[in-house]
């Protein structure tokens, strides 16, 4: 079974770099996307960006300047961060784990979610 | 943001099938065979339910399918129970990854 814990301040003002990083637990897997995913007061779900088993990393075009995703395999860890944070990046953010193991069957998990909040 | 659209909201009785529509694009939807579906029910964490446009993972209920037709994807829920009520989100491959705007679902 395959879990996710997340972690990272919640409050942050306006310029500061938002950070969270998340731990995920199980496997082996063959391959796996990390991936964080963001949701607005409101609103619905946006997708910031990913990395995967290979170390490659893809991201929002939207927020791809502000964004880094980066990860320490050996702990199964990976992280957001975020500069520059303003308040339309107040939102509540998910990390999530798509992996696959050696027969191919394919498993998702989420972290519990962190409110972010940006005010000065 | 969203280059993907769905339907606000879908309502269905108990028992009944629904089926929610994800449209898209000849650059994304259409495409790739790259179209997720995910169920979230408000102040829990998101779950994904449909991956490549048809297959299910680990654990995802078999009374969901999905299927694509040109730029537009389906997500259908067979057999609907009270449980299933919440919002579900596609999400398409476009070089990057791409939401819906989300539907409502409610089991009446």
């Known amino acids: 079974q395959m879990q996710v814990q997340q972690w990272g301040a919640g409050l942050l003002k306006p310029s500061e770099t938002l950070s969270l990083t998340c731990v995920v637990y199980?496997?082996?897997?063959?391959?796996?996307?990390w991936s964080w995913v963001r949701q607005p007061p409101g609103k619905g779900l946006e997708w910031i960006g990913e990395?995967?088993?290979?170390?490659?990393?893809n991201y929002n075009p939207s927020l791809k300047s502000r964004v880094t995703i980066s990860a320490e395999m050996s702990k199964n860890q990976f992280s957001l961060k975020l500069s520059s944070v303003t308040a339309a990046d107040t939102a509540v953010y998910y990390c999530?784990?798509?992996?696959?193991?050696?027969?191919?069957?394919?498993?998702?998990?989420w972290g519990q979610g962190t409110l972010v909040t940006v005010s000065s | 943001q969203s280059a993907v659209t769905q339907p606000a909201s879908v309502s269905g009785s108990p028992g009944q099938s629904i089926t929610i529509s994800c449209s898209g694009t000849s650059s994304d939807v259409g495409s790739y065979n790259l179209v997720s579906w995910y169920q979230h029910h408000p102040g829990k964490a998101p779950q994904l339910i449909i991956y490549?446009?048809?297959k299910r993972p680990s654990g995802a209920s078999n009374r969901f399918s999905g299927s694509k037709s040109g730029n537009t994807a389906s997500l259908t829920i067979s057999g609907l129970q009270a449980e299933d009520e919440a919002d579900y989100y596609c999400s398409s491959y476009a070089g990057f990854w791409v939401f819906g705007g989300g539907t409502k679902l409610t089991v009446l």
């Open positions: 999530a784990t798509h992996s696959y193991d050696a027969s191919l069957r394919h498993y998702d998990a």
């Open positions: 990395l995967n088993h290979s170390g490659s990393t």
């Open positions: 490549e446009v048809n």
């Open positions: 199980g496997g082996p897997f063959s391959g796996y996307y």
